[in-house]
Nanobody, 114 residues
């Protein structure tokens, strides 16, 4: 059974930084990549960033230049470094591991407020 757990969320002031982690455990049939999504109150879930099994990354325009996705293969853990945070980045952040099937975590809350 595959388990995906996010952590690292919290309250941060505008302009601040946070690093989210996504730990995947269990037997993933075929690892194809991993994505971060977020969902703000009253809005649909939106894609934020992804990293492929080859290490290729891509970002939504709204976070490009401020967020960075990375992977520690030895730990089967993924990260989202978020810098220059804005109030509009406030959301629950989810990671999704694509391993043949999609495996979602439970989310971690990020609040950007002064």
């Amino acid at each position: 059974q595959v388990r995906v757990v996010e952590s690292g969320g919290g309250l941060v002031q505008p302009g601040g930084s946070l690093r989210l982690s996504c730990a995947a455990s269990g037997s993933i049939p075929t690892f194809n990549g991993m994505s971060w999504y977020r969902q703000a109150p009253g809005k649909q879930r939106e894609w934020v960033a992804f990293i492929t099994s080859a290490g290729t990354t891509n970002y939504a325009d709204s976070v490009k230049g401020r967020f960075a996705i990375s992977r520690d293969s030895a730990k089967n853990t993924f990260y989202l470094q978020m810098n220059s945070l804005k109030p509009e980045d406030t959301a629950v952040y989810y990671c999704k591991v694509n391993g043949g099937n999609d495996y979602w975590g439970q989310g971690t809350q990020v609040t950007v407020s002064s």
